[in-house]
């Protein structure tokens, strides 16, 4: 009973951090994601500007109301990974829990709902991209969730997955120096490297995406609209 108490107390430490973790995440470094990834995509442009980096936190309150969707369809899912995983742990301590849900039967949810929770961010994870572009028209956070949707239908969906294995690939490449030479100036210099190269890819994958589906409308020439006018309407 003793060792139970403190199994309990342990895990709910743990999930207070978690929690507190990811109310962060959500409200401070999304936003800048979603400018980095902005970024990215002005750069195809060849518009970009350091600038682009706050996008997210101009357009802060579409942004959150974006990433808190996205975090409920696909975090939701990796929450409840944790929490079958925790299940598996606690099955190592009781008995009762153990039986349960047994190891080889977690292992397997934990991997099918792992395999969902990719699924679902690489459909909606351009959702808080779209509501940072500062060039397109001004859109609510669930309006761009439901855009990604459906700008990543059918085979553009397992384009993006692999995208996402791709930058998976690379973020652990990229950790190998500082694993290898235990320094931790290795693993800061690989971390930047990988997070600058994953943004800018999926911005580059954001601004197809969005290319094809909602094109950036050209500025009127100048003296357009006057000529339009002094012609009734009919320009040259």
Do not use: K
């Amino acid at each position: 009973e003793q060792e139970a108490l403190e199994d309990l107390a342990a895990l709910g430490g743990a999930c207070l951090g978690l929690c507190g973790a990811a109310v962060f995440g959500v409200a401070a470094l999304m936003p800048l994601v979603a400018g980095a990834s902005v970024l990215g995509a002005r750069s195809v442009r060849g518009t970009a500007r350091a600038s682009d980096l706050l996008s997210g936190y101009r357009r802060y309150g579409p942004t959150l109301v974006a990433t808190l969707v996205t975090a409920l369809a696909g975090g939701g899912i990796a929450v409840a990974v944790a929490t079958v995983d925790m299940l598996r742990l606690l099955g190592s301590a009781s008995s009762a829990v153990g039986a349960l849900v047994p190891p080889a039967v977690a292992w397997a949810i934990g991997a099918g709902l792992s395999a969902v929770t990719l699924w679902l961010c690489a459909r909606l994870w351009f959702a808080s991209i779209r509501v940072a572009d500062p060039d397109r028209p001004r859109m609510g956070g669930v309006a761009a969730v439901s855009a990604s949707w459906h700008w990543t239908e059918g085979p553009a969906q397992w384009q993006v997955l692999a995208l996402m294995a791709i930058a998976a690939s690379v973020a652990a490449l990229a950790s190998v120096p500082g694993v290898v030479t235990g320094r931790v100036e290795a693993d800061i210099v690989g971390g930047w490297v990988a997070v600058t190269l994953v943004l800018a890819v999926f911005g580059a994958a954001y601004e197809r995406l969005a290319a094809a589906r909602e094109p950036i409308a050209s500025p009127p020439a100048p003296g357009a609209t006057a000529g339009g006018g002094d012609h009734g309407g009919l320009d040259a």
